[in-house]
């Protein structure tokens, strides 16, 4: 259920792209992330492969500031990966009397500039949402955990695990037969919940986030090729 105050927040970011004349994709939708206190956070922003070559940019509501990408700042970094069709953004060292606030992801385009991203930054010494890494790593064919943790209010929330690109999500408690068996996702019921993705492929590296309700936190997965000594040893003769 959506509260008051995630409505305001809504409305806010809807009413203030009419008026900057921002067109939304489809995709687009309200997001709630929440990071702890000196932490740093990283937010994938993908995009149409038709925009590859266009302007990307971050902007900042709490300072009307936007960051073109492939700039590295003291606390920020905003750098394309045109061959994975997403831009990262990366705030470092976050505060809340700094950071917390609304912030969008935007292409520039001929006609007006296309908002594909959007959040609502909360820093906070004891997130709603939080994960003990934001990077995980596997190699092919085997699996990784990872637990997510929420706080006592999010007890009862929806929990999930979703993919960013396509916005797939597994979660706890539902079973959904056209989706990958090889995902599983169970909550202990107290404060956290734990994904567990076995036989893994290269193409599930990509980046994912864990949410209760609607806050979430961000996990980028890394699926590496395993290189089998013998056939290297065979190559060489």
Same mark, same amino acid.
């Given at each position: 259920?959506?509260?008051?105050?995630?409505?305001?927040?809504?409305?806010?970011?809807?009413?203030?792209?009419?008026?900057?004349?921002?067109?939304?994709?489809?995709?687009?939708?309200?997001?709630?992330?929440?990071?702890?206190?000196?932490?740093?956070?990283?937010?994938?922003?993908?995009?149409?492969?038709?925009?590859?070559?266009?302007?990307?940019?971050?902007?900042?509501?709490?300072?009307?500031?936007?960051?073109?990408?492939?700039?590295?700042?003291?606390?920020?970094?905003?750098?394309?990966?045109?061959?994975?069709?997403? +831009? *990262? !953004?990366?705030?470092?060292? @976050?505060?809340? $009397?700094?950071? #917390?606030?609304? %912030?969008?992801? =935007?292409?520039?385009?001929?006609?007006?500039?296309?908002?594909?991203?959007?959040?609502?930054?909360?820093?906070?010494?004891?997130?709603?949402?939080?994960?003990?890494?934001?990077?995980?790593?596997?190699?092919?064919?085997?699996?990784?955990?990872?637990?997510?943790?929420?706080?006592?209010?999010?007890?009862?929330?929806?929990?999930?695990?979703?993919?960013?690109?396509?916005?797939?999500?597994?979660?706890?408690?539902?079973?959904?037969?056209?989706?990958?068996?090889?995902?599983?996702?169970?909550?202990?019921?107290?404060?956290? +919940? *734990? !994904?567990?993705?076995?036989? @893994?492929?290269? $193409?599930?590296? #990509?980046?994912? %986030?864990?949410? =209760?309700?609607?806050?979430?936190?961000?996990?980028?997965?890394?699926?590496?090729?395993?290189?089998?000594?013998?056939?290297?040893?065979?190559?060489?003769?």
């Amino acid at each position: 259920m959506v509260t008051y105050e995630n409505k305001e927040i809504f409305y806010f970011f809807f009413l203030f792209s009419l008026i900057i004349g921002v067109e939304r994709c489809s995709s687009v939708s309200y997001n709630r992330l929440t990071v702890k206190t000196g932490g740093s956070v990283t937010i994938p922003c993908y995009y149409d492969e038709k925009y590859t070559h266009q302007k990307k940019y971050w902007h900042s509501e709490n300072n009307k500031s936007s960051t073109y990408t492939n700039t590295t700042e003291e606390n920020l970094s905003v750098i394309d990966h045109p061959d994975q069709s997403l +831009f *990262t !953004v990366t705030i470092r060292n @976050l505060q809340s $009397t700094k950071h #917390d606030g609304g %912030y969008y992801c =935007a292409l520039k385009t001929e006609e007006k500039p296309t908002l594909i991203y959007d959040i609502y930054l909360q820093v906070q010494s004891a997130p709603y949402v939080s994960v003990v890494s934001s990077s995980v790593s596997g190699h092919e064919g085997g699996d990784i955990s990872v637990q997510c943790f929420y706080t006592l209010g999010y007890k009862n929330k929806v929990k999930q695990w979703c993919r960013y690109k396509d916005q797939s999500c597994y979660t706890v408690g539902r079973t959904n037969t056209s989706q990958n068996s090889s995902v599983q996702i169970s909550d202990d019921g107290r404060r956290s +919940f *734990t !994904v567990l993705m076995t036989g @893994l492929r290269l $193409t599930d590296s #990509d980046w994912y %986030y864990c949410s =209760a309700g609607d806050a979430l936190n961000p996990v980028q997965l890394t699926v590496s090729k395993v290189w089998h000594m013998e056939r290297f040893c065979l190559s060489q003769n």
